[in-house]
């Protein structure tokens, strides 16, 4: 079982890029591939369990057939029932292990999505135009300015000038103001004042 | 320190979390997936490849009994769209959205199998619970290693391994038995037809709402080529 979810990272980016795509450079491989894989395995274990499990059924109703006092028929049907207890337990524990990586993933994909709705919202509020709207977006998933002229195709100076104006709707001083606009809110304390 | 700011409240996305509740899994679970295709290859090597009676056949015979077992059991404990609640057999439900397909109207998203598929599905169970029970009539309930050890003692000479405990010659077949090889052979039949539709069912399906289904009986879709997440 493969299950290859390589996502496009690495390659280039045009200057359509948003929120949702990983910046060049900044690549990981995403933990939900790898959770992915994980219940796969699970599953593919699970259900050759299952088919040892139903052999093993067989033998013991065979045997139960034949001699149903035997040590060797007791001890089979231990062995079997243990079994098949042990795959139901699994598939149970499986079916958790799936719920939980969705609730994950629908979190994440919340998060996510009003985090961007509310960059979104404030860069209109900042009456950005459409340019400086992408370079603003470019520039708070931490590129620098010749990445961001590249992925533009414009000239540095562009959009080095860009960002100055950038900076003056938002009212911030600079880059790290500009970002820390935004992750403000998510960081739920304050600053504890220096002892 | 940052400067005041009027970030108004986001509006609850309606349509989305619409369609987070309704739409069919973009990716069904493992255990969904290697059962279908288990059984799938199970069916096709049985009917087609290779020969009735064979340790080959009764092995891979007991393997899809096991999958399919085990897809039962995962519709009881399983996620909500694997489980027996999110498709109930519904023969009105079913033939409606069949006619709704023939008349060509683009057929709405249902959170599991839609009616019709959920038919195919437990017509594709009956069918192989039968042609499954009455194989195990036919070896009288033998397990594969038990055929082995019979076929290889028989190969040796000792022709002692035909006649079954009860005294009965395995090949003088009862009347029950002949049915039970009739049925196996109806049965298998079947499957493969019922195979078929659901291959058209899937394809007519899949135009209709300008969606591949076949992707998350796979691998799933990758996550970029989704619907587009943000107008």
Redesign the interface.
């Known amino acids: 079982?493969t299950?290859?979810?390589a996502?496009?990272s690495g390659n280039h980016a045009d200057a359509s890029m948003?929120l949702?795509?990983r910046r060049p450079g900044m690549t990981r491989k995403?933990p939900?591939d790898a959770a992915r894989h994980q219940?796969?395995a699970?599953?593919?274990f699970?259900?050759v369990q299952?088919?040892a499990?139903?052999?093993f059924v067989?033998?013991v109703?065979?045997d139960l057939?034949?001699d149903p006092t035997s040590i060797h028929f007791l001890f089979e049907a231990t062995v079997t029932v243990a079994l098949v207890l042990g795959?139901?337990f699994g598939?149970?524990t499986?079916?958790r292990t799936?719920?939980f990586l969705?609730s994950q993933e629908?979190a994440l994909d919340v998060a996510r999505?009003?985090l961007?709705?509310?960059i979104?919202?404030?860069f209109l509020?900042w009456a950005l135009t459409p340019a400086e709207r992408d370079v603003a977006f470019l520039a708070l998933k931490g590129l620098d300015v010749a990445e961001i002229a590249e992925l533009r195709g414009a000239a540095q100076g562009t959009v080095r000038a860009q960002l100055t104006r950038i900076y003056a709707k938002?009212?911030?001083s600079g880059r790290a103001?500009f970002a820390?606009?935004f992750v403000?809110d998510l960081l739920g304390a304050g600053v504890a004042p220096a002892p | 320190m940052a400067p005041p700011r009027t970030i108004p409240a986001p509006a609850t996305d309606v349509l989305t979390a619409e369609a987070a509740t309704t739409a069919p899994p973009a990716l069904w679970d493992p255990v969904v997936r290697l059962s279908h295709w288990g059984i799938a290859a199970a069916v096709v090597l049985n009917a087609l490849v290779n020969q009735g009676g064979s340790v080959a056949h009764v092995s891979i015979g007991w393997a899809a009994m096991a999958l399919l077992l085990m897809r039962l059991v995962w519709g009881v404990l399983g996620p909500a769209e694997a489980r027996f609640s999110a498709f109930p057999p519904n023969p009105r439900t079913g033939l409606a959205h069949l006619r709704g397909m023939f008349s060509g109207e683009r057929p709405r998203s249902y959170p599991s199998h839609n009616p019709a598929g959920a038919l195919m599905v437990y017509l594709f169970w009956g069918a192989l619970v039968v042609v499954v029970g009455t194989g195990l009539v036919m070896t009288g309930g033998a397990t594969p290693m038990q055929i082995a050890a019979d076929k290889a003692a028989v190969a040796s000479g000792d022709w002692s391994a035909l006649i079954r405990d009860d005294g009965t010659d395995r090949d003088v077949r009862s009347d029950f038995g002949k049915g039970a090889e009739e049925m196996h052979e109806v049965a298998a039949n079947l499957l493969l037809i019922l195979a078929a539709l659901h291959i058209a069912g899937v394809f007519v399906e899949g135009r209709l709402m300008r969606r591949n289904l076949l992707a998350p009986m796979l691998l799933g879709s990758k996550p970029d080529a989704r619907t587009p997440r943000r107008k």
Do not use: C, P, Y
Request: hydrophobic residues 55%; proline residues 0%; glycine residues 10%.
């Open positions: 079982m299950m290859m979810h996502d496009a948003t949702g795509e995403a939900r219940t796969a699970l599953s593919a699970l259900l299952t088919v499990a139903v052999f067989g033998d109703i065979g057939r034949e795959v139901l598939a149970f499986l079916r799936i719920e969705r629908a999505g009003a961007s709705d509310v979104a919202r404030q509020d938002a009212g911030v103001q820390a606009f403000e």
